[in-house]
């Protein structure tokens, strides 16, 4: 963690670099050994050298201990994630591994619940980008020096799980936190004038989207199809391997259709109404969101909250749909460059996105929640469409394709530039606010952190009792 009195110099980049810390979990699994008062390690305050060392317990936090080869994997860990380790030292390491086994170990005395359906999904995703990244299964169980897949599994499984644990319990922390109006002012004032944060330079952006119709015919045939899958599942297939082969859904594909979710999770309203409509162990009939068609089968029910999988399936758009939404934007664009409508109010009366319509076509920096956008942060798609356009200029209509395959056809322009400046309060109030917030967020786990230290049994030994660490580990 982060020293309790945060300097106001370098303040936004000490901010940003203190949640990447507490955001970033690099947590290891090890099994139970006796600890040792005389064990002896080599602590070196840079990136581990490759020699032989002896292994052995340094530290334990509750129930969890850290052998010295811990901060190996932790670097193997970093690194295989496309990490730099160069600047890490292994105190700074073992610190960062203290707190998560004390996350952890506290997640479990405040009976913080993580499932193996979670833990599994996890471990899906990660192996999907490890393989990804390094060419192969066998490629990944030999970069983690295991003898077999099993094995590996077995002990990645306990890494994201005790992950998963670190994180709820750092979510449950933040979560909590608030902040007034009031609160945001008094830290704008204490900020020193010649310390004030320079953000760069922004722009607002509005679009219209017109989307092709859809025939019905098109539809019905989606229908045909989920409900010969819901016949065939129903019959004994596996939802889980009709989801992987057929599922148009990017987020769940690859798990077999997964989700948890309970009446808060942000999922479409109809996807939200149908799932909790279902009993235990029932498949829906087709259902149409603004995705496309869905079916649903609802695995467990837990309390508030259901594990299901579900099939997304969006119909195919036809080439004369396609050149009718394609003339109807080059027309919407016409008329506003003839000034017979504003794109505010052509946005409002034509558009098909209803997210933006009633803002006049304004878009949402989804990060932000304001509508700037931050040049040097802007997502390079939209870079690319918007970075040339003068203020009030209209792009040329472009289809745009979301990942499902969903067809739209859109117009841009930029509506407002921002050059770079220094912080404003009135101006900037949003980004004050979030900076605020932050600064408050990381002193309440601060707080918790020296609270915790000292109701949990921590022990240190061996020359890493010499390192300097920014929570107070040895209670000293």
């Not at 020193?192 to 098109?218: C, H, N, R, Y």
């Not at 109404?273 to 089968?297: C, K, M, N, R």
């Not at 969006?314 to 109807?328: G, H, I, N, Q, W």
Request: charged share 30%.
């Amino acid at each position: 963690m982060l020293l309790k009195s945060i300097p106001m110099k370098s303040m936004l980049n000490r901010i940003v670099l203190a949640f990447f810390l507490v955001l970033f979990s690099i947590t290891t699994s090890s099994a139970q050994e006796i600890i040792k008062d005389n064990t002896t390690v080599a602590v070196n305050q840079t990136a581990p050298k490759q020699k032989l060392k002896v292994d052995g317990v340094i530290a334990t936090v509750g129930d969890y201990i850290i052998l010295d080869s811990d901060i190996d994997k932790s670097y193997l860990e970093i690194s295989s994630q496309g990490g730099s380790v160069k600047d890490i030292t292994r105190c700074q390491m073992l610190g960062k591994l203290l707190e998560d086994k004390l996350y952890a170990h506290q997640a479990i005395q405040d009976s913080v619940k993580v499932t193996d359906a979670e833990v599994k999904s996890m471990m899906t995703d990660r192996l999907n980008y490890m393989v990804e990244q390094i060419g192969s299964m066998e490629k990944v169980i030999q970069y983690y020096k295991k003898n077999n897949e099993e094995e590996f599994k077995t002990y990645f499984f306990d890494i994201l799980k005790e992950q998963k644990l670190t994180s709820e319990m750092q979510k449950k922390i933040i979560d909590a936190v608030e902040i007034t109006p009031e609160e945001v002012r008094n830290f704008f004032k204490t900020i020193p004038v010649a310390d004030l944060p320079v953000f760069g330079a922004e722009m607002e952006v509005a679009q219209i989207v017109v989307t092709p119709k859809v025939s019905d015919a098109d539809k019905q045939k989606v229908i045909d199809k989920l409900n010969g899958f819901k016949k065939d599942i129903e019959q004994g297939s596996s939802f889980a391997t009709k989801a992987v082969l057929y599922s148009q859904d990017p987020g769940s594909r690859s798990n077999g259709g997964y989700y948890k979710m309970n009446r808060k999770t942000p999922f479409v309203k109809e996807f939200k109404d149908v799932a909790f409509s279902l009993a235990e162990g029932e498949i829906s009939a087709p259902f149409e969101t603004e995705f496309g068609f869905h079916i649903i089968y609802v695995e467990k029910i837990k309390g508030q909250e259901i594990e299901l999988r579900h099939i997304l399936i969006a119909p195919t758009v036809s080439e004369e749909a396609l050149k009718e939404a394609k003339e109807k934007i080059a027309l919407i664009k016409k008329r506003i460059e003839d000034k017979e409508i504003t794109f505010a109010e052509a946005a409002r009366t034509m558009s098909d996105e209803k997210e933006t319509k009633a803002n006049g076509g304004a878009l949402i920096n989804p990060k932000t929640q304001d509508t700037r956008f931050e040049l040097t942060k802007m997502d390079p798609s939209l870079y690319a469409q918007v970075s040339n356009l003068k203020e009030n200029e209209i792009s040329a209509p472009f289809m745009d394709e979301e990942q499902q395959g969903k067809k739209k056809f859109k117009i841009i322009t930029v509506t407002n530039r921002i050059d770079e400046h220094t912080a404003d309060y009135g101006k900037d109030y949003i980004k004050i606010k979030d900076l605020a917030l932050k600064e408050k967020q990381i002193k309440t786990i601060g707080k918790w952190f020296d609270e915790k230290i000292k109701e949990t049994y921590i022990k240190i030994v061996g020359e890493y009792r010499d390192c300097t660490f920014t929570n107070n580990w040895l209670k000293k």
